[in-house]
């Protein structure tokens, strides 16, 4: 049936009506409710775009750093601070404020809000040091900086590890090895 055009119920209707194939038993109840049919896209799919997407780009234009520093939490409840951005301009423009007063203000905020952040955990480290204790880590890390420290591990035993350390010691000997038989056995250069 792959041949004809339309859905499994019209393909059936035409094959009953050229008595092709016998009337099947849910036939007639399809045809008393037929199968709702969708619209078709005709292959374009069209963008989804929310009234917060433009106040996002303008955020990142202004600060490119925090698509990195402010990374995007996918298993996290809070919003990325560029979403949070483009709310506040939005909810002031609701409440008459005009646009670059907004942003303004809401560039401001997001400004405190990290300065606030960074001064906390300056806090902290001073709590620490004055208890004697080791501070904790950054609540407020930035993204490159997560990264490194799960890098962290595997960087320091790539250097300290006796097996690493002896499969180098290997390559370097075939290397030489290697370099000798290039170069003759009596060194760089000899005849």
């Known amino acids: 049936m792959s041949f004809m055009k339309g859905d499994l ?35 374009k799919v069209e963008k989804i775009t929310l009234p917060e997407d433009v106040y996002i780009k303008k955020f990142f234009k202004k600060h490119p750093d925090s698509k990195h520093e402010d990374a995007i939490r996918i298993s996290g409840f809070d919003p990325p601070p560029a979403r949070v951005f483009a709310w506040r301009v939005l909810e002031m423009k609701e409440q008459g404020v005009s646009e670059g007063e907004a942003m303004a203000v809401a560039d401001m905020e997001y400004q405190a809000e990290k300065k606030a952040k960074i001064m906390a955990y300056r806090r902290l480290k001073q709590i620490a040091r004055l208890q004697g204790k080791r501070p904790p880590p950054n609540p407020y890390p930035s993204a490159i900086k997560e990264i490194q420290a799960e890098e962290r591990k595997y960087v320091y035993e790539r250097f300290h590890n006796p097996e690493i350390k002896k499969i180098v010691q290997r390559m370097k000997e075939e290397k030489e090895i290697e370099m000798r038989e290039r170069w003759g056995t009596g060194g760089r250069g000899g005849s």
């Open 9 to 43: 119920f019209t393909k059936t209707r035409k094959l009953v009506k050229g008595l092709a194939i016998a009337k099947p038993t849910w036939f007639k109840a399809m045809e008393e409710a037929p199968p709702v049919t969708f619209p078709r896209t005709d292959g």
